[in-house]
């Protein structure tokens, strides 16, 4: 069966600190990969998505990610954190080959020290 | 744009009671819609996946009698959770798709107390 991993569960940086959030998942075919972030009282908002082409992936508000496909992961970095950044974030594959669900990992909780 | 609504945002009530929730894609017409279930500090869990005119997929686990879900329209699945249970409550999200490979965009959620 299809899982994702999450390693870190909270983190704690300060502003200006790099970020790196660790992703693996567990499937043997062709995936869609995303991230989504969860800021406080707020719905899920895609960060970026992975679907082919360059495995290294920009998305919005600064966030990168890339897929290593040998790792099986998709791991979230920025540079650069701001306060703005603390939220709940939360990495989810897709087989294209089977319906159109997705698979949560457990999420990370990031704070950001002003 | 894709903007998914999801109402209401809160619902306390009482144990036997069954409560409604709506999720509507207000500028894009969903192919398909999820809703899932997220307990605190773990992950969402899908309980099942909607499509317009057709019976709902339920996930393993999940009872389709007592999470009752209706597709009516290409804007518009509900969730109904009969005769809700303390151990019913809990966060409750939907999500909509335009298409195939599509990312999913999230509602709000749904914050269900069952007293």
């Known amino acids: 069966a299809q899982s994702v991993s999450q390693h870190n569960h909270h983190v704690i940086l300060s502003e200006a600190a790099s970020l790196e959030l660790g992703c693996n998942y567990s499937?043997?075919?062709?995936?869609?990969l995303f991230w989504y972030v969860q800021y406080p009282g707020q719905h899920l908002q895609l960060l970026l998505k992975?679907?082919?082409?360059?495995?290294l992936v920009k998305g919005i508000k600064g966030f990168e990610a890339e897929f290593i496909k040998s790792k099986f992961s998709f791991n979230l970095r920025k540079p650069s954190v701001q306060w703005s950044d603390t939220a709940e974030y939360f990495c989810a594959v897709n087989a294209p080959s089977g319906t159109y669900k997705y698979i949560f990992g457990t999420g990370t909780r990031l704070k950001v020290l002003a | 744009g894709a903007v998914v609504s999801q109402h209401p945002s809160r619902v306390i009530c009482k144990s036997g009671t069954s409560v409604k929730i709506e999720c509507r894609s207000l500028d894009f017409q969903a192919t398909t819609m999820f809703w899932y279930r997220q307990f605190p500090k773990q992950s969402l869990m899908l309980m099942a996946t909607?499509?317009?005119?057709?019976?709902?997929?339920?996930e393993q686990g999940v009872e389709k009698d007592k999470f009752l879900i209706n597709h009516a329209s290409l804007t518009l699945s509900t969730l109904t959770v009969t005769s809700a249970h303390p151990e019913d409550s809990s966060f409750y999200i939907c999500?909509?798709?335009?298409?195939?490979?599509?990312?999913?965009?999230f509602g709000d959620g749904t914050r269900l107390s069952i007293l």
């Open positions: 909607s499509n317009e005119g057709s019976k709902a997929t339920y």
């Open positions: 992975y679907f082919s082409g360059d495995p």
């Open positions: 499937y043997g075919g062709t995936v869609n």
């Open positions: 999500s909509a798709i335009t298409g195939a490979g599509q990312p999913q965009h």
